[in-house]
């Protein structure tokens, strides 16, 4: 069975203090890695996919990467929009490669 | 704008009552899904539909009913069944090309 990760539960920031999320997996075949963004009482809103080690993707202040057993979701300098709590999502390959497996988010706080 | 609609976004219910939450999307992605999510969990798959008039259970699909009757439209059904239904729901499509699920707004069921 596919199993996530992510760590830490909680961080809290000063705007413009960069630091690290993660998300630790366990797969027996990796489709595709993902990260979403969910604001309190919305859906999770789509961010990026990563598909082998070695990949990363940017968007603005966010920057996703990915090994064999981990993804990190690196943010720079943060500011108080980027508040939220951030999912981590693995899809297998095999008979279930449909579905999404999550990690339970890192609530992020940005203070100004 | 293309997207996916759920309604309503806030749902009460009595002990012992159906009741349905509606999903709609125009993105004419084929597959749709239903999530749950519980405070410090990751989303849980209840049901999912690869093509019209087809959709199979996911992990806790006890308690709950869908169809998939039009591309568009996935309504899922909580039944008096389901013990424990207080939940925020959420649905999601994906384009079978890229495997990336788009999530709608949500909806939060009470139980009275």
């Known amino acids: 069975e596919d199993q996530v990760t992510q760590s830490p539960e909680a961080l809290r920031l000063q705007e413009g203090e960069s630091s690290s999320l993660n998300c630790s997996y366990t797969v027996s075949g990796l489709r595709g890695l993902f990260w979403y963004r969910q604001d309190p009482g919305k859906g999770p809103e789509f961010l990026f996919t990563?598909?082998?080690a070695g990949e990363e993707k940017e968007k603005e202040r966010l920057k996703a990467t990915l090994t064999k057993k981990e993804s990190f979701l690196h943010i720079t300098a943060p500011k108080p929009e980027d508040s939220a709590t951030y999912l981590c999502?693995?899809?297998?390959?095999?008979?279930?490669?449909?579905?999404?497996?999550f990690g339970a988010g890192t609530t992020v706080t940005v203070r100004a | 704008d293309g997207g996916i609609t759920q309604s309503p976004k806030y749902l009460f219910r009595k002990e012992g009552q159906n009741v349905t939450l509606s999903c709609e999307q125009n993105l004419n992605h084929d597959a749709m899904y239903w999530y749950r999510q519980d405070p410090g969990q990751g989303l849980r798959l209840i049901y999912y539909?690869?093509?019209?008039?087809?959709?199979q259970k996911g992990d806790i699909a006890e308690g709950y009913s869908v169809s998939r009757e039009k591309k568009e439209s996935f309504p899922l059904t909580v039944t008096s069944a389901q013990k424990n239904p207080t939940a925020f729901y959420l649905c999601a499509s994906s384009d079978t090309n890229t495997d990336t699920q788009y999530f709608g707004p949500g909806t939060r069921l009470t139980v009275l």
């Open positions: 999502a693995v899809q297998g390959i095999g008979a279930n490669d449909y579905k999404l497996s």
């Open positions: 990563l598909y082998s």
């Open positions: 539909s690869q093509i019209v008039n087809d959709f």
